[in-house]
């Protein structure tokens, strides 16, 4: 029998290497294939092994985190949600949006000062939920963003570039550079959310780190793109 699940925490080869080796060393598994860039181990046995048994093999590198698709990676994912009503999957997201609109509004006089201000409290808002559980973050980030599945690092210092675009917005440190760094770095986020929107992945996202189950959509899509549009706005006013 061959059964399919989701690997989170594998950045590079040696990543890979490793969990097919542990993996490989459970009893009745006959073999392990990894797939490096979707973040999946397929696995054929001899018998029925348990997705607990096969974490435990895991259980030195906590870094990786291994789950069956069809029911809790799915449900990490948020493939549940597709049956809850779409105001409650993506409630938390909407209300910070919300309060960010408002915070705008009270403290801006004008629209370009009105842009600044929402990026700001985005940037600020938003890292400081990445910075709550920062490893988990760099783990949920890796499975999906070009530049953190190769280098797992980038997830960790991630939340804290959040955090200084949000100063650089709010104290209005050099427009030019400040925004050209947004632009940068989200342009590069957006590029893995777009691959997986696309090839319809079941995973989560981690825009609001590892506090709410939100799943990848159009909604992350959305939610870039709208900061690399206002910061390319910036950037050409500046010039």
């Known amino acids: 029998m061959t059964h399919k699940y989701k690997v989170t925490g594998m950045t590079c080869a040696g990543c890979q290497e490793k969990v097919r080796s542990l993996l490989s060393a459970v009893p009745a598994v006959k073999k ?21 048994d096969l974490q435990a ?45 408002v915070i705008t509004i009270l403290t801006s006089h004008d629209a370009m000062q009105g842009m600044r201000h929402f990026m700001a409290a985005f940037f600020l808002t938003f890292s400081f939920f990445k910075m ?58 957006i590029v893995g959310v777009l691959r997986s929107v696309l090839k319809r992945r079941a995973i989560r996202c981690a825009c609001l780190g590892a506090v709410f189950n939100l799943p990848m959509s159009t909604i992350t899509i959305i939610e870039d793109g709208l900061m690399i549009a206002m910061s390319a706005i910036a950037i050409v006013t500046a010039l």
């Open 57 to 101: 093999a895991l259980k030195d590198h906590p870094k990786y985190q291994l789950n069956e698709i069809h029911s809790e990676a799915l449900r990490t994912a948020g493939a549940d949600d597709a049956a809850k009503p779409w105001l409650s999957t993506y409630k938390p997201i909407l209300l910070v949006f919300a309060y960010l609109l």
């Open 32 to 52: 392990v294939s990894i797939d490096l860039e979707q973040g999946e181990a397929t696995i054929e046995m001899d018998r029925h092994i348990s997705t607990g």
């Open 132 to 189: 709550l559980d920062i490893p988990a973050f760099a783990d949920s980030y890796s499975t999906y963003d070009i530049l953190a599945a190769r280098w797992r690092g980038w997830g960790f210092i991630y939340p804290f570039a959040e955090a200084a675009l949000g100063i650089g917005y709010l104290t209005g440190f050099e427009p030019l550079v400040t925004n050209s760094a947004a632009f940068v770095i989200m342009s590069l986020s």
